[in-house]
C-alpha cells in the first residue's frame, strides 16, 4: 500500500529529537499492525507547510493528513491549494484519512464549517463513544480514548458525512464522509510521553487548570492501535470500492 503523507507540521524543534518529527510518528503508528495484517507500507512525504502540494492525485493509493499548529480559517495560501487538492480526491473517490487539522480541513473544504471552540483547549486524552459501528472497525470497540491537542473544532459537517464518535467536548470527533474520508480530531501517532512535553511547552498557551487536567488524564489507556487498525481497514475497503466502482 502506497500511502502519501501530507505533512502540516513539524514537531517543535525542542521537541523532535526525543518524538521525532510527524512521519516517523505515523510509521511507527502503522507500520507493525501493517506488517500483522500482511502489508507492505510504501510512504511518500509532501511538505504541504512549504507549499509542496500533491499534483497527482494517482500517486500514491490513499493519502493522510496530518495535524497542524496552523489553523484551516488562518488564511495561509498553502492550506487553500491543499482544500483544492482535498476537493479533487474527493470528486475522484480517493482515500484519504484526515488526523486533527486534516479532520477540520476535510470539513471546511467540502462545506462544514470549523470554528475555535469556546470550550477552549482539549488536551491529553479524549474520551470518546461510538455511536455507529462499521464493517471497517476491526476489532470492534464501543469507544475511542486517544490523545488530542486542538482548540478548533468542526461544528457542522459536510453534505453526504456521518458522525461515528464524540463526546459532549467534541460531538464531531469522529466522521466518515461518504466511502472515501475519514476524519478524526485525536491524534492516535502521539504518545503520552509526546503529549506530556506538548503541553508543558504549551503550558501557557493552554491555561494551568487544562493542562493539569490534561496531564492527570495521561495515566489512562489510550486506543492509538485500535485507530491504527481502523485506519488501515478503512484504506483498503475506500480501496477495493474504487477498483470496484
Known amino acids: 500500500m502506497r500511502i502519501g503523507l501530507l505533512q502540516c507540521d513539524d514537531v517543535a524543534e525542542e521537541l523532535r529529537e526525543r518524538h521525532g518529527n510527524y512521519p516517523q510518528m505515523f510509521a511507527e503508528l502503522l507500520e507493525r499492525p501493517a506488517a500483522e495484517q500482511g502489508i507492505e507500507l510504501q510512504w511518500r512525504v509532501w511538505r504541504c507547510l512549504d507549499g509542496d502540494i500533491p499534483d497527482d492525485i494517482e500517486a500514491v493509493d490513499a493519502w493522510l493528513t496530518t495535524g497542524s499548529k496552523f489553523g484551516v480559517n488562518d488564511g495561509h495560501a498553502w492550506v487553500a491549494r491543499l482544500e483544492d487538492f482535498v476537493c479533487d480526491l474527493w470528486q ?34 479524549s474520551f470518546n463513544q461510538v455511536s455507529e459501528q462499521t464493517d471497517w472497525m476491526t476489532p470492534a470497540s464501543n469507544g475511542l480514548d486517544l490523545l488530542v491537542s486542538h482548540q478548533d473544532q468542526v461544528i457542522r459537517l459536510p453534505p453526504d458525512s456521518r458522525v461515528l464518535g464524540g463526546s459532549p467536548f467534541c460531538p464531531n470527533y469522529l466522521f466518515q464522509m461518504g466511502e472515501c474520508f ?28 487544562r493542562v493539569r487536567e490534561g496531564l492527570t488524564s495521561l495515566t489512562a489507556p489510550i486506543d492509538d492501535d485500535v485507530m491504527a487498525r481502523w485506519i488501515l481497514s478503512f484504506m483498503r475497503q475506500a480501496m477495493a470500492g474504487r477498483v470496484a466502482g
Open 182 to 209: 475519514l476524519g478524526v480530531q485525536g491524534h492516535p501517532e502521539f504518545r503520552p510521553e509526546y503529549s506530556r512535553d506538548l503541553m508543558e511547552l504549551r503550558r501557557e498557551l493552554v491555561g494551568e487548570a
Open 92 to 125: 475522484a473517490g480517493k482515500p484519504l484519512v484526515g488526523i486533527c487539522f486534516g479532520h477540520q480541513l476535510i470539513a471546511r473544504a467540502l462545506g462544514g464549517e470549523v470554528i475555535k471552540s469556546p470550550k477552549g483547549w482539549g488536551v491529553g486524552v
